[in-house]
């Protein structure tokens, strides 16, 4: 299997500066680098050396210990929320296996995990997983700042950091059978706000540019792949990029990576200094976590731009529900059918939305032939 890719190589920012602190040079500096990538790649890489040794071997030599258990046990990491818990088994992707931490910069979030994983305790995983969320947080809000900085839209800074919650996902590839390279994940996009990655030593990250050439990634041991998201993508309106990106695994040796994403709690709306002539409204303000539910339905449509589609869903969603207010608030007899509707409306049990406007395409497409 051939995956051809070229020479280009991302960005590499360095956050390890001691001068880089907000309203300094070095700051100022940086986040136009930050800028600049994030709106001609959708990623970039961070020399970030508080990561230190000692923690990152912990961390990785945690991930061997993890993957090792019996997977009836890993299979026990499941959330209400989407996509959060245990991938794996997957005859599509047989070489990926990965398991979620919610609200991993929590201590509790870290610690039900592993209470569920090893019912005895395993302190050595725990202590290694909360340090090393906390410091993929820092390096995501330093990131987040600066973007926000770059819009002129810090005013909303602290709202939002306030509202989002991290996963932390713990990936394995295996090193593939045979000498030919193989797909260790399919590209995608992340349907996060941002994404921050680390990983062992072996280099299998590949990320897709906006000319559709594939660009091999390789980290040292202080580097983070920093991603924007979808969510990002929709919040700036499109200014910033969400790359394409895929794992292909070659030679003998496994895998191991931590992804920490970010996620709003809430609703994503693009800042109204973000639309002008240049630049019109293309996102309705869409719920995140109804997003990832959104796709976790619809993966199977291998959808080109899942959030283009999610918004546009969205927006045909409102356009019932308008309709629903406006016949129920009109002098218009429409028929029998929309009260009912409005009927439903009323009662305490009826509050899944989704039925809601199940029910009123039904309703509509009812009352327009009952009309005529």
């Known amino acids: 299997m051939g995956f051809p890719v070229v020479e280009p190589k991302l960005p590499v920012l360095d956050f390890s500066k001691e001068t880089l602190k907000p309203g300094t040079k070095s700051w100022e500096l940086a986040r136009k680098d930050v800028q600049r990538a994030f709106e001609e790649y959708g990623c970039f890489l961070v020399t970030y050396e508080a990561i230190s040794c000692e923690l990152r071997n912990a961390m990785f030599g945690a991930l061997e210990e993890l993957f090792d258990l019996p997977t009836e046990t890993k299979m026990k990491n499941k959330y209400e929320k989407p996509l959060n818990g245990y991938v794996g088994q997957n005859p599509v992707v047989p070489l990926h296996e990965s398991l979620g931490i919610d609200n991993a910069t929590a201590k509790e979030g870290i610690q039900s995990f592993t209470n569920l994983l090893w019912p005895v305790g395993n302190d050595r995983f725990s202590e290694s997983a909360h340090s090393f969320a906390k410091l993929a947080a820092e390096i995501d809000q330093i990131v987040t700042r600066m973007i926000f900085e770059s819009y002129s839209l810090e ?28 797909l260790g994940f399919v590209a995608h996009t992340d349907k996060s706000f941002t994404t921050i990655l680390h990983q062992n030593h072996v280099n299998a990250l590949e990320v897709e540019t906006k000319n559709g050439d594939w660009i ?106 308008n309709f629903a207010w406006l016949h129920a608030h009109s002098s218009v007899n429409i028929g029998p059918p929309v009260t009912h509707l409005f009927g439903l409306v009323s009662d305490p049990y009826f509050n899944r939305r989704a039925t809601f406007v199940h029910t009123a395409r039904s309703v509509f497409s009812s009352s327009f032939a009952w009309a005529s």
């Open 155 to 182: 005013k909303y800074y602290e709202a939002y950091i306030g509202s989002i919650t991290y996963l932390l996902r713990l990936l394995k590839h295996n090193a593939p059978q045979g000498n030919d390279p193989q």
């Open 216 to 321: 091999k990634v390789e980290l040292s041991p202080s580097s983070f792949v920093v991603f924007a998201g979808d969510a990002l993508m929709a919040w700036s309106n499109d200014r910033i990029v969400s790359p394409k990106h895929r794992v292909v695994v070659s030679g003998n040796e496994d895998r191991y990576s931590l992804a920490q994403f970010s996620f709003g709690d809430g609703m994503v709306e693009v800042p109204e200094e973000l639309v002008d002539e240049q630049h019109p409204l293309k996102y309705k303000p869409f719920n995140h976590l109804g997003f990832l539910g959104f796709f976790a339905e619809n993966a199977y449509k291998r959808l080109e731009c899942p959030i283009k589609a999610y918004c546009v869903h969205e927006c045909n969603n409102m356009t019932v529900l």
